[in-house]
């Protein structure tokens, strides 16, 4: 059964940072491309930063230059990185395996202008 426990969310003020960690077990991590997705309200859920098995990384336009998604496979936990943020960014974040329809509780981001 996968289970994927996301936190480190929060309040923050504008141009302040968050590190969100997403801990993830049932699956052979280390094997899987994850994703750091986000859900605001009334809007569709977006992927906004993968990283692969072998650690490539991709980013949405929006955040690109502010966040940065690691890995430690030796943790079985994917983290997200966010700087300078924007109250665009105020969203519940989730973590997902490439291919996995397996989502956890996420973990929400509020950033005040």
């Known amino acids: 059964q996968v289970q994927l426990v996301e936190s480190g969310g929060g309040l923050v003020q504008a141009g302040g940072s968050l590190r969100l960690s997403c801990a993830a077990s049932g699956i052979s991590f280390s094997l899987n491309a994850m994703g750091w997705y986000r859900q605001a309200p009334g809007k569709q859920r977006e992927l906004v930063a993968a990283?692969?098995?072998?650690?490539?990384?991709n980013y949405a336009d929006s955040v690109k230059g502010r966040f940065t998604i690691s890995r430690d496979n030796a943790k079985n936990t994917v983290y997200l990185q966010m700087n300078s943020l924007k109250p665009e960014d105020t969203a519940l974040y989730y973590c997902n395996p490439f291919g996995l329809n397996s989502w956890g509780q996420g973990t929400q981001v509020t950033v005040s202008s």
């Open positions: 990283i692969t098995s072998g650690g490539r990384t």
